[in-house]
Nanobody, 124 residues
């Protein structure tokens, strides 16, 4: 499976962005999907994840109520809608696919495939 993330950019605090992750080369509906983020010098951290059919979702506490993950299996794409962005949301965002977990996982080591990352910068 190949993953292509897009939608990052520069936004002011309080603004919104929608990230997309387009998948190709596999049966997308067979994979759970997640978003992680990383800033230089820090470990990659979990942001949100969605089960194979979109029935279950999970979020990091830091983004609950502000971010929404969704997927469109017909378009083989996962989305991350980010509202009320804060400067501390600034990071490179990565999408990932997990072929084994029944629902979804918050652990990066569970994920088998990764996109290239898209940079989100939130100015204060």
């Amino acid at each position: 499976v190949q993953l292509q993330a897009s939608g990052g950019g520069l936004v002011e605090a309080g603004g919104s962005l929608r990230l997309s992750c387009a998948a190709s080369g596999g049966t997308f509906s067979s994979y759970a999907a997640g978003w992680f983020r990383q800033v230089p010098g820090k470990e990659r951290e979990f942001v949100a994840a969605v089960a194979r059919r979109g029935s279950s979702t999970g979020y990091a506490d830091s983004v609950k109520g502000r971010f929404t993950i969704s997927r469109d299996n017909a378009k083989t794409t996962v989305y991350l809608q980010m509202n009320n962005l804060k400067p501390e949301d600034t990071a490179v965002y990565y999408c990932a696919a997990d072929r084994n977990t029944l629902y979804y996982s918050a652990h990066s080591f569970e994920y088998d495939y990764w996109g290239q990352g898209t940079l989100v910068t939130v100015s204060s």
